[in-house]
């Protein structure tokens, strides 16, 4: 059983429909994270959620929504999105505090194309 | 400034080869640093954890430059394996949050 499991691998959807990308963690973790990856750019952080609680929003658009319903699952509902949305969405999980055993595990990410 | 700089390369080396990679972190407060490898369409894998005393494993070294705000990472006998994106993670100060470089690419060729 993998760490970070999160479906689907592949999607593709029109710019009209809704989608959820489902995010489980089986490390006991407190902390969840959405990434976004587009091609040939790093990283970046969408939403930071501790203990189901969102602590970060980084300026991401509504079209995006986020939901944590417990520390295990994250989901990542998708709504009217613009072409320049297809990307690798990645979700890590990792643990709320400082020191050793802080790494953050990922997912194999959703590859995401809008037509 | 950003808050975690790499050199995107492409570094090119040839099998055998040392390399090395250097990241600098803006916030002095960090605590907490790593080493992720990405390769090609896949999702970042944690490589090692970057310690104050610098610590080693296998043919990688990981080393940690307060005073400079710098980590290293270095590979000693390259293999055509090691190619991929290498991603300087920073723990912000005080935080759990990990804030990731670009990455730094490496080609290893016969």
């Known amino acids: 059983e993998t760490g970070v499991t999160q479906t689907p691998r592949h999607l593709v959807m029109g710019m009209t429909n809704k989608k959820s990308l489902k995010c489980e963690q089986h490390?006991?973790?407190?902390?969840m994270y959405w990434y976004k990856q587009s091609a040939k750019k790093p990283l970046e952080l969408m939403f930071v959620?501790?203990?189901?609680?969102?602590?970060e929003n980084n300026s991401v658009p509504s079209r995006f929504s986020p939901e944590c319903p417990n520390s295990s699952h994250l989901f990542l509902h998708l709504h009217t999105l613009q072409p320049e949305d297809s990307a690798l969405y990645l979700c890590?999980?990792?643990?709320?505090?400082?020191?050793?055993?802080?790494?953050?595990?990922f997912g194999q990410g959703t590859r995401l194309t809008v037509v | 400034r950003k808050e975690v700089e790499q050199d995107p390369g492409p570094f090119n080396v040839p099998e055998g080869a040392t390399v090395a990679f250097n990241c600098t972190y803006s916030?002095?407060?960090?605590?907490?640093f790593f080493w992720y490898r990405q390769d090609c369409r896949k999702e970042p894998k944690l490589l090692m954890s970057?310690?104050?005393s610098g610590n080693e494993d296998g043919r990688f070294t990981a080393q940690l430059n307060r005073a400079s705000q710098y980590i290293s990472l270095l590979i000693r006998d390259s293999k055509l394996s090691d190619s991929a994106t290498y991603l300087c993670?920073?723990?912000?100060?005080?935080?759990?949050?990990?804030?990731f470089g670009r990455g730094t690419s490496l080609i290893v060729h016969p």
């Open positions: 890590a999980s990792s643990q709320d505090r400082g020191g050793r055993n802080t790494e953050a595990f």
């Open positions: 993670v920073v723990l912000r100060g005080g935080s759990y949050i990990p804030t």
């Open positions: 490390l006991g973790h407190n902390a």
């Open positions: 970057v310690y104050s």
């Open positions: 959620y501790s203990l189901e609680e969102r602590v």
């Open positions: 916030n002095s407060a960090s605590q907490s």
